[in-house]
């Protein structure tokens, strides 16, 4: 078989057969094919896309181009993926809510690059917090109380690793088939029986409109259904930071928040609809069973306990998550107040991330430190009305990142007189 032949038949929109599939995801991931030609059929992919079939056979091969984690020991093993955003701190709510219904949340979650946060990050602004675990002391740690939440680690999906570096300086990342191979490649090798796909549009996401995120949400459920996995996507949001908090500790005091009943009503409103999507589909419930399981999980306080002790089994200090101790305070705060009357109309959330990330909260590189006291609390949102004057946000970290990031976070409002409409968080749900 020959790759030049493999990429003239996507060139004329033809569809690739099984066994070519397998013959271009073997040589990506031993690195026989080089790299000229991975960047020619990737372009031809983004050019004429792939059927159904095609995204399913290259998503199961790049799953299996590496690690798989076997969790079929583990009961009703559940999985929620967010597609990245601002503020999204789901998980650390999420997964206790769904572990204290009966579903078992072993996950692994990554570190935040850029703009958006990573779930691993804010982990680890919990002291003494282990993300490195090996795989028999993660899955005991999950069976014992219903979650586990860690860093990545293993082999898994090579062959994906490959071509997402190869599409990143090739202008062929934004393909529906490729970024939903990507993601469910990853999914599959995870090992989750149920797969909640959380998929954000607005201008903190990646898919800037609705429709964009609706395709992929298809795409990816029509993968993990394919696959044998229980899945289905939540169609959320992102115009607008998800709560009030963006950074690490921070976050992790507003899903504490958002826990004990106290949490912002569209974070909240978010988290339920996740955790009662994963119950659902593991346990066959209805929607409405579910919904009503979630919300009881939080009112009832277990929810939160599972959170403690999950934190407690991984070397975390759970007196941080009920307020016995407190987390590092930061070396300055800075007030950002609003320029001018009236309704803030809209509110850019990629440069609010932005904003977090140069108070220290982020960073552009894998290897860059973060402080994990650093970030911003908003105080005003979009919808809201503001007095010139008002403070919008307060900005914490070191003074001189501060000044900076104020600036830049002064440029994600817009503030004019007539009140904007209301959006809901959930746009849409696909199975």
């Given at each position: 078989?020959?790759?030049?032949?493999?990429?003239?038949?996507?060139?004329?929109?033809?569809?690739?057969s099984?066994?070519?599939?397998?013959?271009?995801?073997?040589?990506v991931?031993?690195k026989?094919?080089p790299?000229?030609?991975?960047?020619a059929?990737?372009?031809?992919?983004?050019l004429?896309?792939?059927?159904?079939r095609?995204?399913?056979?290259?998503?199961?091969?790049?799953?299996?181009?590496?690690?798989?984690l076997?969790?079929?020991?583990?009961?009703?093993?559940?999985?929620?993926?967010?597609?990245?955003g601002?503020?999204?701190k789901?998980?650390?709510?999420v997964?206790p809510?769904?572990?204290?219904?009966?579903?078992?949340?072993?996950?692994?979650s990554?570190?935040?690059?850029?703009?958006?946060?990573g779930?691993?990050d804010?982990?680890?602004?919990?002291?003494?917090?282990?993300?490195?675990?090996?795989?028999?002391?993660?899955?005991?740690?999950?069976?014992e109380y219903?979650?586990c939440?860690?860093?990545?680690?293993?082999?898994?999906?090579?062959?994906?690793?490959r071509?997402?570096?190869?599409?990143?300086?090739?202008?062929?990342?934004?393909?529906?088939p490729?970024?939903?191979?990507s993601?469910?490649?990853?999914?599959?090798?995870?090992?989750a029986?149920?797969?909640?796909?959380?998929?954000?549009?607005?201008s903190?996401?990646?898919?800037?409109?609705?429709?964009?995120?609706e395709k992929?949400?298809?795409?990816?459920v029509?993968?993990?259904?394919?696959?044998?996995?229980?899945?289905?996507?939540?169609?959320?949001?992102?115009?607008?930071p998800?709560?009030?908090?963006?950074?690490?500790?921070?976050?992790?005091?507003?899903?504490?928040?958002?826990?004990?009943?106290?949490?912002?009503?569209?974070?909240?409103?978010?988290?339920?609809?996740?955790?009662?999507?994963?119950?659902?589909?593991?346990?066959?419930?209805?929607e409405?069973?579910?919904?009503?399981?979630?919300?009881?999980?939080?009112?009832d306080?277990?929810?939160?306990?599972t959170?403690?002790?999950?934190?407690?089994?991984?070397?975390?200090?759970?007196?941080?998550l009920?307020?016995e101790?407190?987390?590092?305070?930061?070396?300055?705060?800075?007030?950002?107040?609003?320029?001018?009357?009236?309704?803030?109309t809209?509110?850019?959330?990629?440069?609010?991330?932005?904003a977090?990330?140069?108070?220290?909260?982020?960073?552009?590189?894998?290897?860059?430190?973060?402080?994990?006291?650093a970030?911003?609390?908003?105080?005003?949102?979009?919808?809201?009305?503001?007095?010139?004057?008002?403070?919008?946000?307060?900005?914490y970290?070191?003074?001189?990142?501060?000044?900076d990031?104020?600036?830049?976070l002064?440029?994600?409002?817009s503030?004019?007189?007539?009140?904007?409409?209301?959006?809901?968080?959930?746009?849409?749900?696909?199975?």
């Amino acid at each position: 078989m020959l790759m030049t032949d493999i990429i003239e038949k996507k060139r004329d929109k033809l569809p690739l057969s099984d066994k070519e599939i397998e013959f271009f995801v073997s040589g990506v991931t031993d690195k026989s094919i080089p790299d000229y030609q991975i960047s020619a059929l990737l372009m031809a992919i983004l050019l004429n896309g792939m059927d159904r079939r095609e995204t399913l056979t290259l998503t199961a091969l790049m799953a299996k181009s590496g690690d798989m984690l076997n969790l079929s020991d583990l009961p009703h093993t559940a999985d929620k993926h967010s597609t990245g955003g601002v503020g999204d701190k789901t998980t650390l709510a999420v997964a206790p809510i769904a572990a204290a219904l009966g579903c078992t949340v072993a996950k692994m979650s990554g570190r935040g690059l850029g703009f958006t946060g990573g779930t691993v990050d804010k982990l680890e602004s919990i002291t003494g917090y282990k993300t490195a675990l090996e795989t028999t002391e993660f899955k005991k740690i999950a069976k014992e109380y219903g979650m586990c939440v860690t860093g990545q680690s293993g082999n898994f999906a090579p062959a994906d690793k490959r071509l997402y570096a190869i599409r990143d300086v090739t202008a062929t990342v934004n393909s529906i088939p490729l970024i939903a191979s990507s993601i469910m490649s990853k999914k599959l090798a995870a090992g989750a029986q149920t797969i909640v796909l959380d998929v954000k549009f607005g201008s903190g996401a990646f898919m800037k409109t609705a429709e964009d995120a609706e395709k992929l949400a298809r795409e990816m459920v029509e993968i993990g259904n394919g696959a044998g996995r229980k899945t289905a996507a939540v169609i959320t949001d992102m115009d607008v930071p998800l709560g009030f908090a963006i950074g690490n500790a921070l976050e992790v005091e507003e899903a504490v928040r958002v826990l004990k009943g106290e949490g912002e009503e569209a974070l909240t409103s978010l988290c339920v609809a996740l955790a009662a999507k994963m119950y659902q589909i593991s346990f066959g419930k209805t929607e409405e069973e579910s919904i009503s399981a979630a919300k009881k999980a939080i009112a009832d306080g277990s929810a939160f306990k599972t959170l403690c002790a999950a934190v407690r089994a991984q070397g975390g200090d759970e007196k941080l998550l009920t307020g016995e101790h407190k987390f590092p305070e930061p070396a300055a705060s800075l007030e950002l107040l609003s320029p001018a009357d009236g309704y803030i109309t809209a509110m850019n959330s990629e440069t609010v991330g932005k904003a977090a990330a140069m108070t220290g909260a982020g960073r552009e590189r894998l290897d860059d430190s973060i402080d994990y006291s650093a970030g911003i609390i908003l105080s005003k949102k979009y919808g809201d009305y503001v007095q010139k004057g008002e403070r919008l946000a307060t900005l914490y970290g070191e003074s001189r990142r501060i000044r900076d990031a104020r600036e830049r976070l002064l440029g994600a409002y817009s503030i004019e007189e007539s009140r904007p409409p209301k959006k809901p968080i959930v746009y849409k749900i696909i199975e």
